[in-house]
């Protein structure tokens, strides 16, 4: 694998899956990186009408309420993947073995658990948003420009499934690490140290690679 990411690839069946997943979650990256870039447009658009003709965007609040979801949630199964959600490091990487991979089994399958919430909860919520009865499908709309906010609210969902998708697979690569006493199992983020991290880093700055795939 090239940059910084930490998880081992070989020519399994699980990993071929998970790789399959990791492809989704790339293009559902780079759809929120592209609604960073587009909102940081509006902002200089609505900044520049209003210094020079005195008339900001119409709408700009509006077209933050459709973009806000996709920065928020379509990147958060691939930092899931690459290991870059905030968590306590110190303390479970003085684990080793299969102390480590029990560790990370329960925490996954409480995440499992709670994304599913998550999934249920934010698909009801995009239901009162939704109506085949009503214009455009909406029973929400944005206040200036009347946009149906039906499609940002079903970001919401999506992305969890996603997440969720992601962490069985992560929990299947857990406990098979368990079970096998693996030291550096395949499809999983592994543990880097700071000097690790920050030599990966330059390399990844200076446009090197670190082939991290496993024969």
């Known amino acids: ?15 071929r899956l998970e790789r399959k997943l990791y492809s989704v979650e790339s293009v559902l990256c ?19 009408g209003r210094n020079t003709i005195g008339q900001p965007l119409p709408g700009y609040v509006d077209f933050i309420e459709q973009v806000l979801p996709m920065i928020a949630f379509l990147g958060i199964s691939y930092t899931q993947r690459e290991g870059g959600h905030i968590r306590m490091d110190i303390l479970v990487g003085k684990l080793k073995g299969r102390a480590l991979w029990l560790a990370e089994i329960i925490t996954v399958f409480f995440m499992i658990i709670l994304m599913v919430l998550l999934v249920w909860g934010s698909f009801e919520h995009f ?14 709309s944005s206040v200036d420009l009347n946009i149906p906010l039906w499609p940002a609210k079903l970001l919401v969902p999506i992305s969890f499934a996603v997440l969720a998708l ?18 550096a199992p395949v499809g999983v983020p592994l543990i880097k140290d700071a ?11 200076s446009g090197a690679s670190v082939d991290k795939e496993q024969n």
């Open 1 to 15: 694998m090239a940059g910084t990411s930490s998880v081992l690839v070989d020519q399994s069946t699980y990993s």
């Open 166 to 183: 992601r962490l069985a697979l992560q929990l299947y690569g857990y406990v098979k690490a368990f079970i096998n006493n693996e030291e």
């Open 127 to 140: 239901l009162r948003a939704f109506s085949f009865d009503a214009p455009l499908w909406s029973n929400d």
């Open 195 to 205: 000097a690790t991290q920050a030599a990966e880093e330059a390399m990844t700055v």
């Open 30 to 48: 780079l759809l929120s990186g592209i609604a960073i870039f587009s909102l940081m447009i509006l902002a200089v658009i609505s900044v520049g």
